[in-house]
């Protein structure tokens, strides 16, 4: 079954597309959270952000920078979020790549809410750390 954004390339349903090449393509939000909400996606449906080839990733990048520019140029937005939900329990709704790119008007115009822990102990600093620095090596 095609996700919705496999659906926009197809031009199956119709989008407000401001840029595509042949790697990804850049269209307009239906929520708009702010002005210019713009969604950055792969035109192959890589599941998300970890099953997703890096030259792809890269790309993704550079056309969302694109995007900002022109918004930066249009709309002079105080700054930006570039959101990327991996996972249910992350928020991802559509299990299909893609970048929100959330130009920002005000302090309150979109919130993003952490619940950090009010402390953490010193141990589970070192221990993290090292977990994932040798993960990593």
């Known amino acids: ?9 197809d031009k199956e349903i119709p ?9 990804v393509m ?28 890096d030259d792809v990733l890269k790309h993704m990048a550079v056309v969302s920078k694109k995007v ?5 140029s249009l709309y002079q937005p105080l700054g930006f ?3 990327n939900n991996l996972g249910e329990a992350a928020g991802q709704t559509v299990f299909h790549v893609h ?8 302090n309150h115009d979109v919130t993003f809410e952490f619940h950090p ?5 010193k141990e589970t600093f070192i221990e993290i750390h090292q977990s994932l620095k040798s993960a990593l090596s």
């Open 1 to 9: 079954m095609k996700t919705i954004f496999e659906k926009i390339r």
């Open 15 to 23: 989008s407000y597309m401001v840029y595509e090449d042949d790697l």
């Open 26 to 53: 850049a269209f307009l939000d239906i929520t708009q959270a702010t002005k210019g909400h713009t969604l950055i996606v792969s035109k192959e449906p890589y599941k998300d952000y970890l099953n997703t080839p």
């Open 68 to 72: 900002m520019a022109a918004l930066s």
């Open 81 to 83: 979020n570039v959101l």
């Open 99 to 106: 970048f929100h790119i959330i130009p920002r008007y005000t």
């Open 117 to 121: 822990k009010t402390s953490t102990p």
